[in-house]
């Protein structure tokens, strides 16, 4: 007869092995491998409320290897979180709170969407980094407000992604002592074992990060030795912890346990029954949960709204002594902005402001928010001289100065967005993160969970064309603002002068569940006589008009000055020309329909303007003076004008357009119906 500890960590072992034979499809070796690691978080070592998902106080726990989240379902449900029984039959079946990887806007008790490796424990920095800058705000004596860990779940395959070493570097410098990664080491790959391609010594690197390590064996049938460990990594308060926690995968299969064939795909019938014989549980029945086993996770949650309440009662307390203060944390909790923040945005007007380039003018718009935004964090990955993303009397947020809100990112970029996907999650802080634009193909893979999540993270990317220059094609951005454009939920501004760039920021603002990339250029651009804040708002406006047009040119960041001048000589000879400035297309697509009409009839031969890929352009242009090629390395000028975006080169081409369609119809560009774009998550 096993103790009761084996029997509850059997129970969860079967439960999560039962969801993907349900699915006929998942990942049960991994969670029957941890289910010792989960069975002691869960039960002793974390807080949390099950009744309160979002206590802003509890501890947060990250499943970065998301394939494992069979096992956070198991847990959630024994836990009394609103996942019931029949949520785990529907693992992996569409709509279901239970999806093949953890999705936090999906599933009650899940803080982040994690699955593609290495995200989570890059995403935990950030939660860690968040907790301690409030802590250091907001704490008084007696009365920790924010005091809460981050436990992180990972595997083998998050530790060789490059995303962990630059997370886990950066954590190990701050010394991010309230974060603790459990690592399941049991040595199995898709492929097969890791002596594949995974032989270092990952605890020395750790080690050399900066972080406390740690190792733990047999823990199949007891969880005392990571007990112990778990209460030595608390108790180091200067570094990060690692305890690297030697598994068997698909412990308990007879015919699979230790190979590959666990890792991604269900036991089948006769292994699955095997297991549970082994687990001297009814090997018949499934999702069978013992009622002592129910009963005593349903006391363990219960000490958890124990510690809510005292936490609570404790709050009721401070908001009595220090009531300016827990207005502002509830306020920052509820995502509310400050009032009146964008009272003092800065607006710019043609001919009385110097001509400056688009990040110029960010760098004037952060220093007039910052100071009356204090949940605003961010920084840049190494290139703040460049990015011009700091602002006046800035803290950097360092080891010793955890009250700072400039965080130095180094050279990270893929883990610097992670990151503030992270401190997003936690709630309470509002972040931002630059590098020049070229490099957001380094960040892609956290950009696109930052729009899957719903995460409003700002995203300041300078050095945004060819415009650049001399650096050359290794750093001119060419296909980029397509990629960033074709990732749903994901808003990419290109603002053409102050005014829009003032109107960029206030979106990405507002836009608490929409991502924003904000693309700024090095070159100088000039003020747009019309262009106004509440205009560039809505996405795309009417920047220079004439009675009766017959060519319409779009353009977008610094190529508005040049169409302007174009459409001034066109209409001299003879082509009267409208120019629309677009700094965001998904911003103007969601405008109601006769607005966009307004600006753009669809039956009027139009050209677009920009110094990018022409892909995306179709839907709103007959023509376009694009890239087809990479850069080249010269002076931006005179690259911008051998690429073709002179006034001159624009005009001719506007010229050409209009010559055509005197003699061919116009297609309207409303023509067409809408169902091929199908869009079930809203």
Not at 424 to 450: D, E, Q, V
Not at 478 to 494: F, G, I, K, Q, S
Not at 637 to 657: C, D, P, Q, R, T
Not at 676 to 682: A, G, K, Q, T
Request: hydrophobic residues 35%; proline residues 6%.
């Amino acid at each position: 007869m096993p103790s009761f500890e084996l029997k509850c960590i059997n129970t969860i072992r079967a439960l999560s092995a039962d969801q993907a034979e349900t699915a006929a499809a998942g990942h049960p070796g991994a969670p029957m491998g941890c289910a010792p690691i989960a069975y002691l978080l869960w039960s002793e070592v974390m807080k949390y409320s099950s009744k309160d998902p979002t206590w802003m106080n509890r501890d947060r726990f990250v499943l970065s290897n998301g394939h494992a989240c069979a096992l956070q379902y198991s847990m959630l449900h024994l836990t009394g979180y609103d996942l019931s029984i029949e949520d785990l039959k529907h693992f992996r079946s569409i709509d279901s709170k239970t999806p093949g990887h953890p999705e936090s806007f999906q599933t009650p008790g899940v803080e982040l969407t994690t699955g593609p490796l290495g995200q989570g424990i890059s995403n935990a920095v950030g939660l860690a980094i968040a907790e301690r800058h409030l802590a250091a705000h907001f704490n008084e004596p007696d009365m920790p407000i924010f005091d809460h860990y981050t436990y992180v779940l990972c595997g083998d395959g998050c530790l060789q992604e490059g995303i962990s070493g630059e997370s886990g570097s950066l954590a190990g410098h701050l010394g991010l002592g309230k974060l603790i990664v459990l690592y399941d080491d049991n040595q199995i790959t898709i492929d097969g074992d890791t002596a594949l391609s995974f032989t270092e010594d990952v605890l020395k690197r750790y080690e050399a990060y900066g972080w406390h390590t740690q190792t733990v064996i047999d823990i199949e049938e007891t969880v005392g030795s990571l007990r112990k460990a778990i209460e030595t990594a608390r108790s180091v308060t200067d570094k990060p912890s690692i305890i690297k926690i030697k598994t068997i995968i698909g412990y308990g299969s007879p015919g699979k346990q230790g190979t590959k064939g666990v890792h991604g795909a269900p036991l089948g019938e006769d292994e699955l029954r095997k297991a549970k014989e082994f687990y001297e549980l009814p090997p018949d029945e499934m999702f069978y949960i013992p009622d002592d086993v129910q009963k005593f996770f349903k006391d363990v949650a219960a000490k958890g709204e124990t510690k809510r309440k005292d936490w609570e009662d404790m709050f009721a307390q401070y908001s009595h002594k220090f009531p300016d203060k827990a207005s502002e944390i509830s306020r920052r909790m509820a995502r509310k902005l400050p009032e009146g923040l964008f009272d003092k945005l800065p607006t710019f007007k043609a001919g009385e402001d110097k001509d400056i380039a688009t990040r110029k003018h960010s760098h004037q718009i952060l220093g007039a928010i910052a100071p009356n935004m204090p949940e605003l964090i961010g920084g840049s990955a190494d290139l703040t001289p460049s990015n011009l993303t700091d602002y006046e009397d800035v803290i950097d947020f360092q080891k010793d100065t955890p009250e700072g809100r400039y965080i130095r990112f180094g050279v990270r970029e893929h883990a610097m967005v992670a990151i503030s996907n992270g401190i997003f999650a936690h709630g309470g802080l509002r972040p931002y993160c630059a590098t020049f634009l070229n490099f957001a193909g380094y960040c892609a893979g956290a950009i696109r969970l930052s729009a899957l999540s719903k995460f409003g993270v700002i995203f300041v990317m300078t050095h945004d064309s060819i415009g650049l220059g001399e650096d050359g094609p290794t750093h001119q951005p060419v296909e980029t603002l397509e990629m960033l454009r074709a990732t749903p939920n994901l808003n990419v501004y290109r603002p053409g002068d102050g005014n829009e760039t003032s109107a960029a920021y206030k979106s990405a603002l507002e836009h608490i569940h929409t991502p924003t990339v904000i693309a700024l250029s090095r070159s100088t651009v000039k003020a747009i006589p019309n262009s106004s804040i509440e205009k560039a708002c809505k996405g795309a406006y009417v920047a220079q008009d004439v009675d009766n047009p017959s060519l319409i040119i779009i353009a977008t960041g610094s190529e508005v000055g040049p169409s302007l001048e174009a459409a001034s000589h066109l209409s001299a000879e003879g082509v009267p020309t409208r120019v629309v400035s677009m700094p965001c297309q998904e911003v103007f697509l969601a405008q109601p329909e006769s607005y966009q009409r307004e600006v753009l009839p669809g039956n009027i031969p139009t050209l677009a303007v920009e110094a990018s890929a022409v892909h995306g352009w179709h839907r709103f242009s007959h023509s376009s003076v694009s890239i087809s090629t990479f850069g080249m390395s010269g002076p931006g000028e005179k690259v911008m004008k051998l690429y073709g975006y002179s006034a001159e080169n624009i005009a001719e081409k506007g010229k050409k357009l209009d010559h055509f369609y005197k003699d061919n119809p116009v297609p309207s560009l409303h023509n067409h119906p809408d169902p091929f774009i199908v869009n079930v998550r809203e």
